[in-house]
């Protein structure tokens, strides 16, 4: 047992020399592409979510997408020269934050304009970056098949 506590320290001191040197550490940080197709396969879900009714699956994919978007504007608060942190808060926050009202609410008659809201917000951050190809909509098919997104 004293042995691993031994080798444990030593991996934890050689990995703390290492970042202090500047070479990179082993922790995986994922790339600005890795936090936007979790956000889309979010997106994907609060839509059937809340079409079917399901407002605490609903609400757990408005803060997972809020969650995602603050990461990534952390980590990436410039890229290629675009402000991509400022432009997540500029353009996505609000309509999350109105979003996570109306399925507070459960209201159901607001849902498709509050959604495409924040549809137009992701589409607003993709041509401000130079990547207006990137056209986010609402998703027409099950983003995943092993998931029950009905209450019933």
């Not at 197709?37 to 809340?50: C, E, N, P, S, V």
């Not at 675009?82 to 432009?87: D, L, R, Y």
Request: aromatic residues 10%; glycine residues 8%.
């Amino acid at each position: 047992m004293n042995r691993l506590w031994l080798i444990f320290a030593l991996c934890l001191v050689g990995s703390t020399i290492a970042v202090a040197q500047g070479r990179p550490s082993s922790a995986y940080a994922p790339g600005l592409g890795e936090f936007m197709i979790f956000t889309q396969l979010r997106h994907a879900k609060l839509w059937f979510a809340g079409k079917s009714g399901n407002w605490d699956l609903a609400r757990y994919e408005i803060d997972e997408l809020k969650e995602g978007l603050e990461d990534a504007a952390r980590q990436y608060p410039s890229y290629e020269g675009v402000p991509i942190g400022e432009m997540i808060k500029a353009n996505a926050i609000t309509p999350l934050d109105e979003l996570a009202k109306v399925v507070d609410a459960k209201n159901s008659a607001k849902f498709d304009g509050a959604f495409d809201a924040l549809t137009a917000a992701c589409n607003t951050c993709h041509a401000g970056a130079n990547k207006a190809f990137i056209k986010i909509r609402r998703p027409s098919q099950l983003p995943v098949s092993n998931q029950d997104f009905n209450t019933k």
